[in-house]
């Protein structure tokens, strides 16, 4: 697992407080991780924060699992 | 009860009659201000009135990259936090409906209603980071009851009014309450100079018998600004002597 993937879920697991075993690549926010719209801008706030990217909203819409924000961040993280 | 220390307040139109009124309540109870204005200087004067270590964040609010801006900005001044935003400036441009011109409407609009929704969207996020804040709106009788000559004022401010009921329930849940506070009619240079009959015809309609002072609205923005008022969100809270009971 990247070194990004470990850092993604540890946020997502403290952001959602759910398990870190539920936390898989394929688990979508909503419909697996119970987040709901607001859980996830707090997300990309965290990202943001976490790896210094700057996530425009037309691109966090289009990030609704696990691994669609990895992907994004090691895409454009500098 | 009530009190505001270690708290941080952003306050728009600080230095108009309203607006510094609503400063003063807020610093009374303990509250670290970033006050903002058009006028550099008259804000710059209320600010060393004022005392304490309040901050001037100079802002034309018609602006909208301006507006953008400000919340960093205060949020910078006021040390990296920002508890309580309070919308407080506005405009009026009053014509009859009939011969209102689009600028008449698009000042106001655009100053009353986007600035406000500008400003809220930017302190949203800090907020919601925080877990904690206050957002207060200052609005008018006129939003909910109407009155001639002021289409474009009257639907300034009830669009606030439905605009912070939306925001409300969007942040509910991270404690970051949305309310407005409607003065009535107001004790002003503009009232203080009505002639005498037309001034006891306006008071007729009171039934507190007085015009609203800045410390009425001070005295209700304290209040939900306060942790105590934590339960209270999307309302709007009207303070006009029994003018109007909504």
Known sequence: MSETADRVKKIVVEHLGVEADKVTEDASFIDDLGADSLDIVELVMAFEEEFGVEIPDDAAEKITTVKDAITYIDENKA | ?246
């Open chain 2, 1 to 246: 009860m009530f009190d505001l220390t270690g708290m941080t307040a952003l306050v728009t139109g600080a230095s108009g009659g309203l607006g510094s009124a609503v400063a003063k309540a807020l610093a009374a109870q303990g509250a670290k201000l970033a006050l903002s204005g058009s006028n550099i200087d008259k804000l710059e004067a209320f600010r060393s009135q004022l005392g304490g270590d309040h901050v001037a964040v100079p802002c034309n609010l018609s602006d909208a990259a301006a507006v953008d801006a400000l919340i960093p900005q205060a949020v910078e001044a006021l040390g990296g936090k920002l508890d309580i935003l309070v919308n407080n400036a506005g405009v009026t441009r009053d014509n009859l409906t009939m011969r209102m011109k689009d600028e008449e409407w698009d000042q106001v609009i655009s100053v009353n209603l986007e600035a406000t929704f500008r400003l809220i969207r930017a302190a949203a996020k800090p907020m919601m980071k925080a877990r904690f804040g206050r957002i207060i709106s200052i609005t008018s009788i006129v939003g909910a009851t109407g009155n001639p000559g002021q289409a474009n004022y009257a639907a300034s401010k009830a669009g606030i009014v439905g605009m912070s009921k939306a925001v409300a329930q969007e942040l509910a849940s991270r404690n970051v309450t949305v309310n407005c506070v409607a003065p009535g009619f107001m004790r002003s240079a503009m009232t203080d100079v009505l002639p005498e009959a037309q001034k006891a015809a306006l008071l007729g309609k009171i039934p507190a018998g007085d015009l609203g002072k800045g410390e009425d609205i001070g005295a209700a923005v304290v209040y939900l600004a306060s942790k105590e008022a934590g339960y209270v969100t999307g309302q709007t809270l009207h303070v006009n002597g029994g003018m109007a009971m909504l």
